[in-house]
């Protein structure tokens, strides 16, 4: 072992290791798993981080897989099982279809759940309308696909979200242009999806890894990637090396066929929606449904921090409804800043005064909304209040390591206090308590006239 990896191999190389070390680089404190459920694994992570998300577990999450081959294991052990390709190609449902193609990959989505992105402001690429996991059981094999089984997880994806078989547009396959699973798959996707649909809206059938070939850990969200892009794109991509449909699978069954050449994505009056599937030799099979984003996703409906506005005056106006209307932001503005020691919170302060000198055209609002709802908070931290000018000159002496009356400090306790508001009494200790939090804030506003 070369001297500069001793003691490092060890966990280096642990699977566990690896989405650990994502939680650490980029500190995240919500549950952080490794799933290995070998070529169905990064499906059946973004599953379980949608289920996360669902039981309010966790607000935002990472998930997907990755797939490296250090050593040439993989390529002797599947040689002897006689399950690569000739020239190395995945001919996925194609006739001339003769084994997969393995290759190494790296995929990642962020997921969140929709009414929070909407109200955060962040872009909507697709929604998951529904996903399922399941397993083959007993079957004529344990790496040989299982039709019904397959059949099952289709069904129960569908069931979660909540449509019908013909309201999916196309299905990106698992497809690894074996002889023995790409006909049941097609065969369970016939049986699926290709019934009672009309017969000029039959399912588009492709595979990424016709393009790519087979990621492993990485092809379930890779698929994924590529279903989303083609949903914003609006077209339906080809799949490649395919002489012709595979003739072990009775195409005229059903309304399935197979993209041999790209095609665009007609809008039908519904959202564009397309299925990803990702089968593991392991036996564990995932199905998600994919929709195409809502339009309300548009920026300028996104939530936007109101302009600051200094000199306001504080005056409470006659309101003639119970809506709380829209106030002028209040003068004062925190800016939050955190870093793991006091050196990287100045270096930090100093990063920020070159953005705004990169860019003078920032509002304050919009830069204290962004510090305190898209920045991970750390031990060391440092808020700077005031108008424009004041935080300006707070930034500085923080980025200088000096005091100023804007500027405050401190450490975060290991216990992480929290925080309380207390409004004393109702309102008679002097006139016109409250009228600056009712005239700036709306959610005071709105409470206080019901």
Not at 20 to 38: F, K, N, V
Not at 40 to 53: E, F, G, M, P, R
Not at 228 to 233: D, E, F, G, L, N
Not at 239 to 263: F, I, K, N, R, Y
Request: net charge negative.
């Amino acid at each position: 072992i070369p001297t500069p990896y001793e003691g490092h191999l060890g966990n280096g190389s642990a699977p566990s290791i690896a989405s650990g070390r994502l939680a650490y680089t980029l500190g995240l404190q919500g549950p952080a798993l490794t799933i290995d459920t070998a070529c169905s694994s990064s499906l059946v992570a973004l599953h379980l981080a949608c289920q996360s998300l669902h039981n309010h577990e966790t607000d935002l999450a990472l998930a997907g897989g990755v797939a490296i081959m250090s050593t040439p294991t993989l390529f002797l052990e599947f040689s002897r099982q006689r399950g690569l390709a000739r020239d190395g190609r995945c001919k996925a449902f194609a006739a001339t279809a003769d084994g997969t193609g393995c290759s190494e990959g790296v995929g990642l989505v962020l997921v969140e759940r929709l009414s929070d992105a909407l109200r955060n402001g962040h872009p909507v690429l697709a929604v998951i309308r529904g996903s399922a996991v399941n397993q083959d059981g007993a079957s004529n094999g344990l790496t040989a696909p299982n039709g019904p089984s397959q059949q099952r997880v289709i069904e129960d994806a569908l069931a979660g979200a909540r449509l019908a078989p013909d309201d999916i547009d196309a299905v990106e396959a698992h497809g690894t242009g074996t002889a023995l699973g790409d006909p049941i798959e097609a065969q369970a996707l016939i049986a699926t999806y290709g019934q009672q649909r009309p017969a000029d809206r039959p399912l588009r059938l492709g595979s990424i890894k016709s393009n790519i070939g087979h990621t492993q850990a990485a092809a379930g969200v890779a698929g994924v990637i590529k279903m989303v892009q083609a949903i914003r794109q609006e077209v339906l991509p080809r799949t490649l090396h395919v002489d012709e449909p595979t003739p072990h699978v009775d195409w005229s069954a059903g309304a399935v066929e197979l993209l041999t050449e790209q095609m665009p994505w007609p809008d039908t009056g519904q959202p564009r929606r397309a299925a990803v599937s990702s089968f593991g030799i392991s036996g564990t099979n995932a199905h998600l449904i994919l929709e195409q984003a809502p339009t309300s996703t548009d920026t300028e409906t996104a939530p936007a921090p109101t302009p600051l506005q200094t000199g306001a005056e504080l005056e409470v106006q006659a309101r003639e409804t119970s809506e709380p209307e829209v106030r002028p932001e209040p003068p004062v503005i925190p800016w939050l800043l955190s870093a793991k020691t006091p050196a990287a919170l100045a270096a930090q302060a100093q990063r920020l005064i070159h953005h705004l000198d990169t860019h003078p055209d920032l509002d304050p609002g919009e830069v204290a909304w962004a510090l305190a709802t898209t920045r991970t908070t750390l031990d060391h931290r440092a808020v700077i209040t005031g108008d424009q000018a004041a935080l300006r000159d707070g930034l500085e002496a923080l980025a200088a390591g000096e005091p100023h009356p804007a500027l405050t400090t401190g450490r975060a306790t290991p216990t992480g206090g929290k925080l309380a508001l207390l409004y004393s009494g109702q309102g008679s200790q002097r006139p016109g308590m409250g009228a600056q939090l009712y005239h700036h804030l709306p959610t005071f506003a709105h409470a206080l006239d019901h």
